[in-house]
């Protein structure tokens, strides 16, 4: 993506969509370009996203059911992805996380999955196998809606 984009604190919604309830994703990070870039991504997928810069700022706006999956950064200041995944167990244990890191360790994926999170993707992220996660995501039926 080139440039800056200017992200409003409403949720992006796709133009158009085929399923009859558009899904929400939570896209938590703390770098600014990577959570544009993956909102403008989930609009490609005609799926709705709203961009969080720190775990912290995800929690104040979480409701059980308001989202169907959660993208998120490993390694961000305050809370970070492994807590993010614990805190929403105890909390909303149906919603799909997505870990996302720039580090490749296998530990440290190995680590994410058994935190409980869905996925650990290295970055830079292809765009097919995120979509692959996020249908596996909304299959789970976070939200109760049938994809």
Not at 21 to 30: M, S
Not at 98 to 117: C, F, H, K, L, N
């Amino acid at each position: 993506m080139s440039g800056l984009i200017s992200v409003s604190a409403a949720p992006r919604r796709p133009k158009a969509c085929s399923l009859a309830h558009v899904p929400l994703i939570a896209i938590v990070d703390d770098d600014l370009a990577l959570r544009q870039a993956l909102a403008e991504l989930c609009e490609v997928f005609d799926f709705g996203s709203e961009v969080f810069d720190c775990a912290e700022s995800f929690f104040a706006a979480h409701a059980t059911g308001r989202f169907d999956c959660v993208i998120t950064d490993l390694n961000m200041p305050g809370l970070s992805g492994i807590g993010l995944v614990q805190h929403l167990a105890a909390i909303d244990a149906k919603l799909p996380v997505i870990v996302m890191s720039a580090q490749t360790d296998p530990e440290i994926g190995a680590r994410v999955q058994r935190s409980g999170a869905l996925a650990f993707l290295s970055k830079p992220i292809d765009d097919q196998v995120l979509h692959r996660h996020l249908i596996a995501a909304f299959s789970r039926g976070a939200r109760g809606h049938a994809v």
